[in-house]
C-alpha cells in the first residue's frame, strides 16, 4: 500500500510564503519521482513542479519558475515545495504524487501511479 499525505497549506497574503510538505509511505522512496500539481475551482488540473530520485533533476511550470523551488529528504520519506512571492492564481488545491517509473515527462500527470488526498492553498489580494 502507498500513501501520500500532504500538509503545509493555508491562508497567506500576496507576496508571503508557505512551504508544503508530501509524506510518503513508500519502501523504496528514493527511487520515485515526485512530483506537485494543484487544481484551482473550475480549473483543470497543472503542473507545478517535479524531482527525480536524484535530486538534481527538476522541472517547474513556467508560472512557478523563480519563486517555487521542490526538494527532497529521502531520509525522511518527505518532498516539500517552498513557496515565495505568492500571488491569487496561485490559489489552489496541491497535490503530490509519485511515479515508479523513469517516464520522459516530468509535467504529464498520467505518468504518475500514486496521488495524494491534496492541501488547500489561499493567496488573498
Known amino acids: 500500500q502507498v500513501q501520500l499525505i500532504e500538509s503545509g497549506g493555508g491562508l497567506v497574503q500576496v507576496g508571503g510564503s508557505l512551504r508544503l510538505s508530501c509524506a510518503a509511505s513508500i519502501r523504496t522512496f528514493s527511487l520515485y519521482t515526485i512530483g506537485w500539481f494543484r487544481q484551482a475551482p473550475g480549473k483543470e488540473r497543472e503542473f507545478v513542479a517535479a524531482i527525480r530520485r536524484s535530486s538534481s533533476d527538476i522541472d517547474y511550470a513556467d508560472s512557478v519558475k523563480g519563486r517555487f523551488t521542490i526538494s527532497r529528504d529521502n531520509a525522511r520519506n518527505t518532498v516539500y515545495l517552498q513557496m515565495n512571492s505568492l500571488k491569487p492564481e496561485d490559489t489552489a488545491v496541491y497535490y503530490c504524487?509519485?511515479?515508479?517509473?523513469?517516464?520522459?515527462?516530468?509535467?504529464?500527470?498520467?505518468?504518475?501511479?500514486?496521488w495524494g488526498q491534496g492541501t488547500q492553498v489561499t493567496v488573498s489580494s
Open positions: 504524487a509519485a511515479d515508479r517509473s523513469q517516464s520522459a515527462a516530468l509535467n504529464h500527470g498520467p505518468n504518475y501511479d500514486y
